[in-house]
Nanobody
Framework: QVQLAESGGGLVQPGDSLRLSCVVS????????TGWFRQTPGKEREFVAG????????IYADSVKGRFTISRAGDKNTLYLQMNSLKPEDTATYYC???????????????????WGKGTLVTVSS
């Protein structure tokens, strides 16, 4: 059973940076592709970034490309999302995700993801 636990959310001002963390259960990085999605009330959950477990291919949503960076520390079983130059439109609950199928990430399809964390809220406001 895959377990994911996010942390690091909070209230920041436009232009600030924030790093989210997601602690994953042992072995997750060996068998599952991992990534980040986000969701605002009344909207569908949208893809943010993904990491391919075998090739380490990384993909980003166009809306965050150049500002957000996904990384991971295997020895700490932790996935990160470094968010720079934050904008009010980045306000959302951010979810850590894991799935055996890369297409779930590459097609940016939240409905295909099998494992989710509970989310961490990021609010960008002046």
């Amino acid at each position: 059973q895959v377990q994911l636990a996010e942390s690091g959310g909070g209230l920041v001002q436009p232009g600030d940076s924030l790093r989210l963390s997601c602690v994953v259960s042992e072995g997750t990085f060996n068998f599952y592709h991992t990534g980040w999605f986000r969701q605002t009330p009344g909207k569908e959950r949208e893809f943010v970034a993904g990491w391919h477990l075998g090739t380490s291919t990384i993909i980003y949503a166009d809306s965050v490309k150049g500002r957000f960076t996904i990384s991971r520390a295997g020895d700490k079983n932790t996935l990160y999302l470094q968010m720079n130059s934050l904008k009010p439109e980045d306000t959302a609950t951010y979810y850590c995700a894991a799935d055996r199928k890369w297409t779930s990430m590459s097609t940016q399809t939240a409905g295909a993801i099998n494992y989710w964390g509970k989310g961490t809220l990021v609010t960008v406001s002046s």
